[in-house]
């Protein structure tokens, strides 16, 4: 069992960064792969970014590649979410997902595939 807690969302205007962190409580995070998924308004729930149990594996949605940055530190049990030239269209409520993995260097792509999700945090861009 893992919980997870997202923090660091809110409002900010298009052209600015956010940092998004989901805190994951136990002591094997580093067997977890781990993704960010977001959900609009009206909207299913999509990819964002999907970072591999040793952080070696990326993954991006297009809508986000070159603009976002998955990481990780297994040390804090900790991944971020860093999140530059933001849109109003990035505007949603930002969730994070783990799930084991025995491979070191795979990420998972669909939100079935993750056992555990946070609550969200919530973001807001203004144009």
């Known amino acids: 069992q893992v919980q997870l807690v997202e923090s660091g969302g809110g409002l900010v205007q298009a052209g600015d960064s956010l940092r998004l962190s989901c805190a994951a409580s136990g002591r094997t995070f580093s067997t977890y792969a781990m993704g960010w998924f977001r959900q609009a308004p009206g909207k299913e729930r999509e990819f964002v970014a999907a970072i591999s149990r040793t952080g070696s594996v990326t993954s991006y949605a297009d809508s986000v590649k070159g603009r976002f940055t998955v990481s990780r530190d297994n040390a804090k049990n900790t991944v971020y979410l860093e999140m530059n030239s933001l849109r109003p269209e990035d505007t949603a409520v930002y969730y994070c997902?783990?799930?084991?993995?025995?491979?070191?260097?795979?990420?998972?792509?669909?939100?079935?595939?993750?056992?555990?999700w946070g609550q969200g945090t919530q973001v807001t861009v203004s144009s």
């Open positions: 997902a783990a799930r084991t993995s025995f491979s070191s260097s795979y990420t998972y792509l669909q939100s079935h595939e993750y056992n555990y």
